[in-house]
């Protein structure tokens, strides 16, 4: 029994780490901001609701079940997808945020060219065109880019 569980969890971790991507954080490309991973985190946990120029962020997530908002949730926030879906629900009954946003890559990438304000992350694979690249996650590792 134990040695099958075992074999479940090695097999488990191998197909996580194969399946991580990297991804990049994104804002618009009016968006002059600087960024640091604890703006990042505080920007996802809703501990701070602006950018440091003092715009309010709009925030956009990659579909709730997907390999990349899963890396997402455990590389920025430390946070299994369920607990970070826990804790905003827990907002979203004080009236403290609105529901969250999950866009696909395409419709992420349109929605931030559009909104001044939007922040989203995507593969770092997927076309990002038209919007600035603030950061790249690797291996639960965040890499500031600098403008």
């Not at 076309?127 to 880019?145: F, K, N, S, T, Y």
Request: glycine content about 4%; aromatic content about 10%; overall charge neutral.
């Amino acid at each position: 029994m134990y040695s099958k569980l075992l074999r479940f969890v090695i097999l488990l971790m191998i197909s996580w780490s194969s399946a991580a991507a990297d991804l990049v954080f994104v804002v618009n490309s009016n968006n002059k901001s600087e960024f640091t991973q604890a703006q990042l985190m505080q920007l996802y946990l809703r501990k701070a609701e602006s950018f440091s120029d003092g715009v309010a962020a709009n925030l956009y997530h990659l579909p709730r079940n997907s390999a990349e908002h899963q890396q997402f949730c455990m590389g920025i926030l430390n946070l299994t997808a369920n607990q970070y879906q826990s804790f905003w629900s827990r907002l979203l009954f004080t009236g403290n945020v609105s529901a969250m946003e999950h866009r696909d890559n395409s419709q992420m990438l349109l929605q931030i060219q559009s909104d001044k304000a939007g922040i989203g992350y995507l593969p770092l694979s997927a076309d990002h065109a038209g919007v600035r690249a603030v950061a790249i996650l690797r291996d639960r590792q965040l890499e500031i880019l600098v403008p």
